[in-house]
């Protein structure tokens, strides 16, 4: 299958190239970029013309629960506590391996609407996220999460290497890591364990750090440490670590962190709304930590709009630190875009747009939005004034997913949507 | 001309109603909301079927600049101080009476498209951004705006009465207040004559307040104050005022100006991206303080969405306060309707959809949408996961200005996008 896109006013984000390219072609083979210049004359199974329409690389989701789409909007006006404990762990209970292959499935659909090409999944049942990935043709990066204060960590240690077994290197759009679901809710022991099974397998650990003043103390209290980093110090130091949230780090911890093979995944929304606070991204980047963006779960989240976490990320440096000149435009497409990519350990894969790499991208159309007009500064508009429902065309390794915002799916969004209706209302 | 929408799931912000009807009828008749029910059994001469939308009342931004339009994202990477210097200004001084008139053109097809039906301009050249408005439909209120810090004061003055004297109570669609820039860009004594002015008149004031800390010092410094809060107690006792930012207030100050006849404008976006800070709109509900909802102009707010202004609204407090249960859905959503309605002393005539009341209103359609599915809370909905681009059909003093996110206009949209990316090439 040969894909030629004309014409497009390509961000390919490879740091290469101009920053804008104008009235470029694209020519995609199989799943792969095979070439990028003006005005190719090749034959090709499908045209794209692309003409006053942006083309950039397909956004990467690096913190997410994918099945959570079932309990959007559940939260408002609860504690996190009373919403987990009174709301979301209840609901959880009753799920079947069906219920979260169609939650699944929506998330998947919302991705692809809003032009998020990956995303790193951390949940439970993860043959049905797994199944339900390559359903829909996304890519998903995903875990079994170890946690053993429920008395279960040793059954939980064996399912994890049974599922690496059974799904590691299996599928060009699965990639594993281990999920330890945090140092706050696992012994010493159990997290030395886990990471075992990582360095074994040669894979990334995958973990919530810091997101809220609680964790922080629950960390100091049960590791008997004075600072949080000193449990990653003492074991981490040589495992790849994708951490999210990290929203209260103090300035000499950002510094002690950037020292470890580490990437933070940033998620502003989230981290708002169940009142967790602010991040110190422009500190992280200062220190030339690898920053990425994340949605976390639609059940704090809201949603997987990747453009919304960008405008959250920039806005809030800017605000906090009362400085707008930091976080430029351009820095923060790298973060919802190569960073991520780097952070999954797949910057030589995905990322950006070059002659090689495999075909994730996006086509945005914002010429008919009046709220973008006129184009001044095409960086700013993609930050400030982009949102997911602007993407017109979404393709996955090489394969057209979304077209014209039509969906190209063996699956009926409408009978998702009635689904995942009847699921909340059977387990609420 | 008779509208009858059918079927709504209607939010009407009616106090005394239900907060969400379902099926329900709204018969509009010339420019007022006549019938509310279920079933209406009424010939009309347009009929609208909202089975399974959301109506609810127009969008109410309090505070703008309208032709700032065609300075969007001219703002990336530069301090405030050098945007307006090096950038602003000097394009500003090369503007034409017909480019005010464009650029505001371009803003109103925003607000159209995006749901506001109602915007509080402070600019210059107000004689095109009224024209603009009748020409278009929209609902302005607009101000001459003084400043006496250029050695024009007496001069406008003298316009500003002129202004008066033309506009006030002559259109259904515009209304007037009295634009004070600030008091740190005005003497004590041109403060007194703006407020003669309003008092004759029976006009409200519309100032800037406390953006930043810099205007802080500014005016504690000229006006030779303890707190920013004493001029306004000084003067303003007794004339309505809506102060636009107010960012950077203490707890003592808010407490002291909700004994004033003061309502805020709170503009999240614009004053994060300013590098401003972050607004305690929180504690000024607490007081009992009337907050409503601004963009600002596009120069530093981007665009003219209050679906974002909601978002962040909400979110910040969260954030900053660390406690998810502040800014409750509804509560976010009067902001932005019934309390705009009230700021600009608007509140008996639009702001809720209500028997008699002017037919301002939006309806919505979130049916298709994988980022609004399942729906679990329409309130939370709307504030978290709606964008201008979901409202499918605006509607303004009782006229349908968008159907179907067709726009219903005499104007040609791209003819003005054209027109607009002229205009900035030009003063470049």
Known sequence: MKI???????ISMDPKKEKLQKDIDILIENNKIKKIEKNIQEEADKIIDSKNKIVMPGLINTHCHIPMSI?????????????????????????????????????????????????????????????????????????????????????????????????????????LNVGIHGLYTNSEEYVEKGIEIAVKNNLKVNMHFCENSQEVEDIKKSYNVQSVVEPLEKYFKNVPLILAHSVKLTDEEIKRLSKLNVSISHCPVSNLKLGCGIAKISKMLEKNICV??????QGSGSNLDMFEEIKFCALLQKGILENPKVMPAYEVLKMATINGAKALGLGDKIGTIEEGKIADLIIINLEEKP??????????????????????????????????????????????????????????
Chains 1, 2 share one sequence.
């Open 4 to 10: 030629l896109i004309k014409n497009a006013n390509l």
């Open 71 to 175: 309990f959007r909007e559940t939260v408002d006006g609860l504690t996190t506590q009373n919403w987990l404990t009174k709301k979301i762990w209840p609901m959880e209970d009753k799920l079947t391996k069906e219920d979260i292959y169609y939650a699944s499935i929506l998330s998947y659909i919302e991705m692809i609407y809003t032009g998020c090409t990956t995303v790193n999944d951390m949940y439970f049942m993860q043959e049905e996220i797994v199944k339900a990935a390559l359903d829909t043709g996304v890519r998903l990066e995903v875990s079994r999460t170890l946690m053993d204060s429920d008395g279960k960590g040793e059954q939980k240690l064996k399912e994890l290497e049974d599922f690496i077994n059974q799904y590691n290197n299996k599928y060009d759009l699965i990639t």
């Open 292 to 297: 990425s963006l994340g949605t976390d779960g």
């Open 371 to 428: 709220y973008a007009r006129p184009y001044n500064n095409i960086f700013a508009e993609l930050i400030y004034n982009t949102k997911g429902e602007n993407v017109e065309t979404t393709i996955i390794n090489g394969k057209i997913l979304m077209e014209n915002k039509k969906f190209l799916l063996s699956i009926n969004p409408k009978e998702i949507y009635k689904k995942c209706e009847d699921i909340i209302k059977r387990i609420s």
